[in-house]
Nanobody, 121 residues
Framework: QVQLVESGGGLVQAGGSLSLSCAAS????????MGWFRQAPGKEREFVAA????????NYADSVKGRFTISRDNAKNTVYLSMNSLKAEDTAVYFC??????????????WGQGTQVTVSS
Protein backbone atom coordinates (compact mmCIF):
# COMPACT_ATOMS: atom_id res chain seq x y z
CA GLN A 1 0.00 0.00 0.00
CA VAL A 2 1.30 3.42 -0.96
CA GLN A 3 -0.22 6.72 0.07
CA LEU A 4 0.58 9.80 -1.99
CA VAL A 5 0.18 13.43 -0.97
CA GLU A 6 0.75 16.23 -3.45
CA SER A 7 1.66 19.78 -2.51
CA GLY A 8 2.93 22.97 -4.09
CA GLY A 9 0.00 23.97 -6.24
CA GLY A 10 -1.21 27.52 -6.44
CA LEU A 11 -1.85 30.54 -8.61
CA VAL A 12 0.86 31.80 -10.95
CA GLN A 13 1.01 34.20 -13.87
CA ALA A 14 1.60 32.96 -17.37
CA GLY A 15 5.30 32.60 -18.02
CA GLY A 16 5.98 31.87 -14.39
CA SER A 17 7.20 28.77 -12.61
CA LEU A 18 5.87 26.41 -9.99
CA SER A 19 7.16 23.23 -8.38
CA LEU A 20 5.00 20.37 -7.19
CA SER A 21 5.96 17.67 -4.72
CA CYS A 22 4.44 14.30 -4.05
CA ALA A 23 5.36 12.58 -0.81
CA ALA A 24 4.89 8.83 -0.58
CA SER A 25 4.40 6.70 2.50
CA UNK A 26 6.02 3.34 2.97
CA UNK A 27 9.53 1.99 2.67
CA UNK A 28 9.33 0.71 -0.89
CA UNK A 29 9.13 3.99 -2.79
CA UNK A 30 12.06 3.03 -5.00
CA UNK A 31 10.07 0.00 -6.19
CA UNK A 32 7.57 2.22 -7.96
CA UNK A 33 7.75 4.17 -11.14
CA MET A 34 6.06 7.50 -10.64
CA GLY A 35 3.93 9.65 -12.87
CA TRP A 36 2.25 13.02 -12.94
CA PHE A 37 -1.14 13.52 -14.53
CA ARG A 38 -3.49 16.46 -14.78
CA GLN A 39 -7.15 17.08 -15.29
CA ALA A 40 -8.61 20.35 -16.45
CA PRO A 41 -12.28 21.21 -15.92
CA GLY A 42 -14.47 19.31 -18.35
CA LYS A 43 -11.56 17.31 -19.73
CA GLU A 44 -10.19 13.82 -19.32
CA ARG A 45 -7.22 13.16 -17.08
CA GLU A 46 -4.06 13.27 -19.17
CA PHE A 47 -0.50 12.08 -18.77
CA VAL A 48 2.12 14.72 -18.03
CA ALA A 49 5.38 12.98 -17.13
CA ALA A 50 6.81 9.75 -15.74
CA UNK A 51 10.04 8.67 -14.13
CA UNK A 52 11.66 5.29 -13.65
CA UNK A 53 12.17 3.62 -10.29
CA UNK A 54 15.81 4.68 -10.16
CA UNK A 55 15.18 8.10 -11.65
CA UNK A 56 17.42 7.48 -14.63
CA UNK A 57 14.61 7.39 -17.16
CA UNK A 58 11.91 9.95 -17.87
CA ASN A 59 9.30 10.70 -20.46
CA TYR A 60 6.96 13.59 -21.07
CA ALA A 61 3.82 14.55 -22.87
CA ASP A 62 4.60 16.60 -25.96
CA SER A 63 2.64 19.52 -24.52
CA VAL A 64 5.06 19.94 -21.61
CA LYS A 65 8.34 18.73 -23.09
CA GLY A 66 11.08 21.30 -22.59
CA ARG A 67 9.07 23.18 -19.96
CA PHE A 68 8.45 20.60 -17.22
CA THR A 69 10.97 18.39 -15.42
CA ILE A 70 10.15 15.34 -13.35
CA SER A 71 12.62 14.14 -10.73
CA ARG A 72 12.66 12.01 -7.61
CA ASP A 73 14.54 11.61 -4.37
CA ASN A 74 14.22 8.02 -3.19
CA ALA A 75 15.83 8.86 0.16
CA LYS A 76 13.00 11.32 0.80
CA ASN A 77 10.24 9.21 -0.78
CA THR A 78 9.33 12.19 -2.94
CA VAL A 79 8.75 12.88 -6.60
CA TYR A 80 8.80 16.40 -7.99
CA LEU A 81 7.45 18.24 -10.99
CA SER A 82 9.19 21.47 -11.87
CA MET A 83 7.09 23.58 -14.21
CA ASN A 84 8.47 26.54 -16.15
CA SER A 85 7.06 28.86 -18.81
CA LEU A 86 3.58 28.07 -17.61
CA LYS A 87 0.65 28.70 -19.89
CA ALA A 88 -3.03 29.20 -19.20
CA GLU A 89 -3.68 25.78 -20.70
CA ASP A 90 -1.58 24.20 -17.96
CA THR A 91 -4.34 25.06 -15.50
CA ALA A 92 -5.58 21.81 -13.98
CA VAL A 93 -5.60 19.60 -10.93
CA TYR A 94 -2.30 17.74 -10.89
CA PHE A 95 -2.09 14.20 -9.57
CA CYS A 96 0.84 11.95 -8.84
CA UNK A 97 0.59 8.21 -9.22
CA UNK A 98 2.68 5.14 -8.43
CA UNK A 99 3.19 2.11 -10.66
CA UNK A 100 4.79 -1.16 -9.57
CA UNK A 101 5.70 -1.71 -13.21
CA UNK A 102 8.13 0.04 -15.49
CA UNK A 103 7.50 3.68 -16.35
CA UNK A 104 7.56 2.59 -20.01
CA UNK A 105 4.58 0.26 -19.50
CA UNK A 106 3.08 1.47 -16.26
CA UNK A 107 0.07 0.32 -14.36
CA UNK A 108 -0.70 3.09 -11.93
CA UNK A 109 -2.16 1.50 -8.85
CA UNK A 110 -2.00 4.37 -6.37
CA TRP A 111 -3.08 7.98 -6.77
CA GLY A 112 -2.84 11.14 -4.74
CA GLN A 113 -5.72 13.48 -4.08
CA GLY A 114 -4.43 16.18 -6.42
CA THR A 115 -3.27 19.76 -6.14
CA GLN A 116 -4.70 22.70 -8.06
CA VAL A 117 -2.51 24.70 -10.42
CA THR A 118 -4.00 27.84 -11.88
CA VAL A 119 -2.16 29.91 -14.48
CA SER A 120 -3.54 33.37 -15.09
CA SER A 121 -3.08 34.94 -18.51
Amino acid sequence: QVQLVESGGGLVQAGGSLSLSCAASGRTFSSYAMGWFRQAPGKEREFVAAISMSGSGTNYADSVKGRFTISRDNAKNTVYLSMNSLKAEDTAVYFCAASPRSYLRPEYAYWGQGTQVTVSS
